[in-house]
Structures are given as C-alpha cells and as structure tokens.
C-alpha cells in the first residue's frame, strides 16, 4: 500500500482516529489486508501519514469489533474465520432467533414503539433494495439488516441476545462475505423479514418458527457458498 494521507471525509467532522479506524476496516473487508495477515503499527503509521496513537486506537476498536486479534507477543493480526465458526455463527443466531418466539410475539403485540420500529426498518429496507444497487453499497444494506435482526431480539427482553448477535454479526461481516452477497439475495432477505414481522403481529407460532428456520437457512447457505469460493485458490493464480 502506498504512503497517503487520510483525508477528512466530506460533510463529517471525524477523528484521526476514526478516519483510520474506517481506512483499515475497509481494507480488511476488500481483502486489502487478508486474514491473518500481521497489521504493523508502525508500518501503518507511515502509510497514513500519522502518529502511531490513532493506529493503535484504531486497532483495539477493530479488536473489540472481533475484526482483528491481539495476540500476545505476537501483535495484531486481521481474524480468520473457519467454515466451522460461521456454521457456529449461524447455529446460534437460530437457536436464539426460534428460542425467544413466545416472548417476542408477545412484545410486539402490545410495544407499539419497537413494533413500528421493525415496521420503519423493513420500509426503509424495501426502499433500499428498489433505488440502490445493493452490491454498491454492501455496508449500507448489512447496517439495515443488523437493524432489524438487532430489534427482533429487543423484543425477546433478553439484553444478552443482543450483545451476543451484535458480538457475531461484525466478524461474519469482517470476512468479506456480506460485502460479495448479490442483490437477487438482498431482496430476498427483505421478502424474508416481511415474512417474519407478517407472521410475529399475527401472533402465529408456526408461521413465525417456520419464518425464521427459512430465513436463517438460506442465509447459510448463501455465505457458506461466498465463504467457500473466497477461499478457493484458482489453479491459474
């Protein structure tokens, strides 16, 4: 990479530390920096025209983002992800997802505040999906789709759900994944949602379980099948 500076981003008052923060997270998620690959603090520095503190500030919130590793004695490194962590990762957002049904059903039948919220994100979802061209602007649509999944699990009453969801969904992101999921599955991961906020306001179990097993199913098998192309190396490379 060559030396450059980091420039204020137009029509937003950032930190040096959140402008770095921002230049390393694209990279790693463009495969600019591969996983595993050893993230120099010095090296960075000089890259970005900066002191080593923002790098370092940087770093420890992609650390905590799960998006980088602190090792000891070792420094930081961009985190990998097995095929078994994201199977993991899936696992577990269907077992909280089928887990909380009663509750949430319940919450969105007489919360009206978060009801109209999920309401609101999957409008703003379908909106999104008809003008933009998803595949162009990928963190827009994972920062939409974490919305909803995030409010859903609001509604269970269970703050560690949420922590858990929002500690998973960034390291699947990190892997470049979400970045490489076509448009055509975007919106059907909208038609998904409608089927799943259709279901929880009808108060019907069934309809809602069966929503969610859909829903979680084809995202699987949609990332494991990025994932597993990411990670091919083509014979004439």
């Known amino acids: 990479m060559e030396n ?20 390393i997270k694209d990279s790693i998620t463009k495969k600019q920096f591969l996983p595993g690959e ?10 970005y025209n900066v002191s080593d503190t923002p790098v370092k500030q940087a770093l420890q919130r992609l ?9 000891p004695n070792k420094g930081m490194s961009v985190r990998t992800l097995t095929p078994h962590e994201l199977n993991d990762i899936f696992d577990m957002r269907l077992m909280m997802d089928t887990f909380f049904i009663k509750d949430i059903i319940s919450t969105l039948n007489y919360n009206s505040n978060l009801r109209q919220q999920l309401v609101e994100n999957l409008e703003e979802q379908k909106k ?28 269970s009453g269970n703050k560690k759900a949420v922590e858990v969801l929002n500690d998973l969904q960034p390291f699947t992101y990190a892997t470049g994944t979400y970045l490489n999921q076509p ?39 949609a990332l494991q099948l990025i994932f597993k192309v990411n990670q091919m190396v083509l014979p004439n490379e």
Do not use: W
């Open 183 to 221: 448009h055509y599955r975007d919106c059907e991961c909208v038609a998904e949602h409608e089927d799943i906020l259709k279901a929880a306001f009808n108060a019907d179990l069934n309809a809602l379980n069966h929503a969610i097993q859909t829903h979680i199913a084809n995202s699987r098998r």
């Open 4 to 23: 450059k500076n980091v420039q204020p981003l137009e029509g937003k008052k950032l930190t040096l530390t959140n402008q770095i923060y921002q230049e």
């Open 63 to 71: 650390a905590e983002e799960k998006m980088v590793v602190n090792t």
């Open 38 to 47: 050893k993230l120099n603090i010095k090296e960075l520095a000089r890259q």
């Open 128 to 155: 999104f999906i008809q003008t933009n061209e998803s595949s162009c602007l990928p963190e827009k649509y994972f920062s939409l789709d974490m919305e909803f999944h995030t409010l859903y699990l609001t509604a």
